[in-house]
């Protein structure tokens, strides 16, 4: 359903594009916000299922937990950037 919301997100934000709304630019980074810490607790407990069902099996674990730290990154720095969009806007 995040996944959804974020396809959504960004056709709005290419719509926004062309219309170059402030409010609706508001809007969508507060939405993407709320998709993006959902997201944050998805990859965190996908994670957290991936070493349960590695758990013999060291090579793998290592491998789903870069591929973890890279998801769960992505998922921060995106978030960052949404709360720059929100709280950097001049007055």
């Known amino acids: 359903m995040f996944m959804m919301v974020l396809i959504g997100g960004i056709i709005a934000s290419i719509v ?9 630019d508001f809007v969508i980074s507060l939405v993407l916000l709320i998709v993006f810490v959902g997201l944050v607790a998805y990859d965190t407990q996908k994670l957290k299922g991936y070493f349960y069902g590695t758990q013999n099996d060291t090579t793998m674990q290592k491998k789903s937990g870069v591929l973890g730290a890279l998801s769960l990154y992505l998922d921060f720095v995106n978030i960052f ?6 709280f950097g806007r001049n007055k």
Do not use: E, K, P
């Open 81 to 86: 950037l949404l709360l720059l969009r929100i």
């Open 16 to 24: 926004n594009m062309f219309i170059q709304s402030s409010t609706f």
